[in-house]
């Protein structure tokens, strides 16, 4: 009980105190907080106070509670049986194990740890004694949807079922039972977009097969199956992921794209959705985006630190053009977001085009390209060009006209920064000579080209290290006689048994130099465009990914993915 008297003190009071909050700060949040259901703790994170992180130590020290760490933790079945989801959600609580000491006392993670009202309930419905500790509410819903997720899928499924029998074979879902926020199919939808932002997943794939829908999620660059439906339900996700991206539902036999905004976990997502009619009905594909993933900071980006130096040097020119490249789903579009956010000054304009405006950044003038009214790249940058701006960024150089202003543009004192789709650097500038750039023009203009790609991270947790094979000396140009220790992937509940977590970025930085724009207006060949950019310090994808092997970071296979020689 003395517990329970001292947990009568209130969060915003307890951060007060702690000094990671401001009394001003809390009346704002408190302000904000009422005429919604949210817990003062949501708004305070939502609206940038604090973070859930900062939260949790505070708690910590304030109280003397353990924190839990959730990631991969699967709880028995027995302690699942013993709360019901839907008050698990109320509360953003999970109960994840007994005391191995004392059968009689739960252990439960907790968002707000001094929820009185939360503790009681779970304690009268459990008939245990609840032992409280911290956890952040972002790891706490993570938990629940790894655990209960396909429970409550399937439950949503089969009510689906038991009402369009009711209906008598009804099988398409109307678009105004669609907007019904309890209808089956909404929770299901709804659940399916939640898991892959929680499993951090980039594209969903909901795909008509013979006698199934199958779900996958993109993660970490790898597709995974996560959930097989009846493909009798295929008519209703279908319809209500058209109505909520403001597509079509009566056209099924033609592509169409759409676009929706969704906040998960106080987070705002931008939902890209396409839509192709395949033999056994429609596919969908969902690209997930947000502001915070696109924005990151620049070292988090996975430069090197003298290739850092060299990104800082490049992105410092007053005038010039600088291209990004890679296979989609490389990482360009982060890499430019985070340039033009370190970009972004008062006394700067910046001006975008883009296809399609990936995330919003504030102060910054961003086009959305739109074909129907004849507003391509090149004609948007014409526009731009009288627009007195001091940085332009367009989304892609596609055709000669595009990428003839973007030269013309960069040589006549604008800063230029955009994406192109080749394998390396050197081969970005027989791509822009191919589309009719002279190459006196482009030596004049090139400051630099970053090439990159993205590899899976091993898992630390479960990574295991053994001695390099013959093979793999030669691949990574090590001699055979070098004793090389690397690492490989095994699998563990923490990286759902991948072997890996989360991907980072390799590069290819080539700076311009007088030699090296001397051999791009000579017409030199790609090889010794490489062998003077090496002289210049720049390092391959290849010799990059090897680090990144003998570092123990990545693997062998994501290497020979990522790069070749």
Do not use: W
């Amino acid at each position: 009980m003395a517990l329970r008297r001292r947990n009568r003190l209130r969060l915003g009071d307890l951060l007060i105190q702690q000094n990671v909050l401001t009394e001003e700060q809390l009346r704002a949040a408190l302000q904000m907080q009422k005429g919604t259901n949210k817990k003062i703790g949501e708004i305070l994170v939502e609206e940038g106070f604090i973070t859930e992180e900062m939260i949790a130590r505070a708690l910590e020290a304030q109280m003397g509670l353990k924190t839990v760490q959730l990631r991969g933790l699967t709880v028995p079945r027995e302690i699942k049986k013993l709360i019901d989801v839907k008050l698990l959600k109320k509360y953003t609580v999970f109960a994840f194990e007994v005391d191995p000491y004392n059968a009689n006392i739960l252990h439960l993670a907790m968002a707000d740890p001094l929820d009185m009202e939360a503790i009681d309930d779970i304690a009268i419905v459990t008939n245990m004694q609840i032992e409280p500790y911290i956890a952040t509410r972002r790891d706490i819903r993570s938990a629940i949807d790894r655990n209960y997720g396909d429970a409550e899928n399937i439950d949503a499924v089969n009510r689906f079922a038991r009402e369009r029998a009711q209906l008598r074979g009804n099988v398409a879902v109307t678009s105004d039972d669609s907007e019904i926020d309890d209808a089956p199919i909404v929770q299901l939808v709804r659940s399916i977009l939640e898991q892959a932002v929680r499993q951090r997943a980039s594209d969903i794939h909901i795909e008509a097969l013979e006698n199934k829908v199958r779900v996958r999620y993109r993660i970490d660059g790898a597709l995974c199956t996560k959930m097989e439906y009846d493909n009798s339900l295929l008519p209703a996700i279908s319809t209500r992921i058209k109505i909520m991206g403001g597509m079509d539902i009566a056209e099924k036999r033609k592509p169409q794209d759409g676009r929706l905004s969704l906040v998960i976990d106080g987070q705002e997502y931008d939902i890209r959705i396409s839509s192709v009619p395949t033999v056994y009905g429609e596919k969908l594909v969902l690209r997930i985006s947000s502001k915070i993933n696109l924005t990151k900071d620049k070292k988090d980006l996975g430069f090197a630190p003298d290739e850092l130096v060299k990104f800082d040097h490049m992105m410092s020119h007053p005038y010039g053009i600088i291209f990004v490249t890679g296979p989609t789903g490389s990482g360009k579009s982060t890499t430019l977001y985070t340039a033009l956010s370190e970009l972004n000054k008062d006394e700067v304009n910046i001006v975008t085009v883009e296809d399609p405006v990936e995330a919003a950044l504030e102060g910054i003038n961003q086009i959305q390209v739109n074909n129907k009214v004849n507003l391509t790249f090149a004609t948007a940058l014409r526009s731009i060009l009288r627009q007195d701006p001091d940085i332009i960024m367009i989304g892609e150089i596609r055709d000669r006209e595009t990428a003839s202003i973007a030269v013309q543009a960069s040589i006549t004192g604008h800063l230029v920064v955009s994406t192109l789709h080749t394998n390396n650097a050197t081969g970005t500038l027989d791509r822009m000579v191919d589309m009719g750039v002279e190459r006196y023009m482009l030596a004049d203009s090139v400051v630099g080209v970053i090439a990159q790609r993205l590899v899976r991270k091993l898992c630390p947790h479960c990574r295991k290290k053994r001695l390099a094979t013959a093979e793999e000396k030669r691949i990574m140009h090590l001699t055979e006689e070098e004793s090389v220790e690397i690492y490989e992937p095994v699998g563990c509940n923490l990286c759902n048994d991948t072997g890996y977590y989360g991907r980072k970025g390799i590069f290819e930085i080539m700076e311009m130099n007088e030699e090296i724009q001397r051999l791009i207006a000579e017409g030199s060949d790609s090889k010794n465009l490489i062998y003077a950019a090496k002289r210049n310090g720049m390092r391959t994808l290849r010799e990059n990914g090897v680090r990144d092997v003998l570092a123990g970071i990545t693997s062998i296979e994501e290497l020979q993915k990522a790069s070749y020689e």
